[in-house]
C-alpha cells in the first residue's frame, strides 16, 4: 500500500514537498517513483528512484527543480518540488514497480499506485 501527502495549494515559485509512505518489503529490485495526471490527461512521468542503487530519473520539465529522495529504514519516497510553476498542477501519484520490463519511467512498468494527492499551483 502506497499512501501520499503532502500536496497542497501554493503560489507560483513557491515550494512543496510530497512524500509516499510504503506498507510491506520493498525489495532490492523495485523502483519507486511518482507521476502525475491533469484532468482530461494521461498520467505522466514525473521521477522515480531504484531502490537498489538509489539511481534516479526526471521528466526534462522538472529536470533541476524538482528531487526525489528515498529512505530505506523508513519505506518513503519524497518529492521535493521547488519553483513550482501553474503548469505543475495536477493529482500527483505514488507508484511502485516490482521489476520494470518496460524501463524505470515507464508507467506500464509500475504495478501500485497511491491514491493523489492534489498539487495546485497559482499563477
Known amino acids: 500500500q502506497l499512501v501520499e501527502s503532502g500536496g497542497g495549494l501554493v503560489q507560483a515559485g513557491a515550494s512543496l514537498r510530497l512524500s509516499c509512505a510504503a506498507s510491506?518489503?520493498?525489495?532490492?529490485?523495485?523502483?519507486l517513483g511518482w507521476f502525475r495526471q491533469e484532468p482530461g490527461k494521461e498520467r505522466g512521468f514525473v521521477a522515480s528512484?531504484?531502490?537498489?542503487?538509489?539511481?534516479?530519473f526526471y521528466t526534462d520539465s522538472v529536470e533541476g527543480r524538482f528531487t526525489i529522495t528515498r529512505d530505506a529504514a523508513k519505506n518513503t519516497v519524497d518529492l521535493q518540488m521547488n519553483s513550482l510553476k501553474a503548469e505543475d498542477t495536477a493529482v500527483y501519484f505514488c507508484?511502485?514497480?516490482?521489476?520494470?520490463?518496460?524501463?524505470?519511467?515507464?508507467?506500464?512498468?509500475?504495478?501500485?499506485w497511491g491514491q493523489g494527492t492534489q498539487v495546485t499551483v497559482s499563477s
Open positions: 507508484a511502485a514497480a516490482t521489476t520494470t520490463p518496460w524501463g524505470p519511467i515507464n508507467r506500464r512498468s509500475f504495478d501500485y
Open positions: 510491506g518489503t520493498i525489495y532490492s529490485s523495485y523502483v
Open positions: 528512484v531504484t531502490w537498489r542503487n538509489n539511481k534516479k
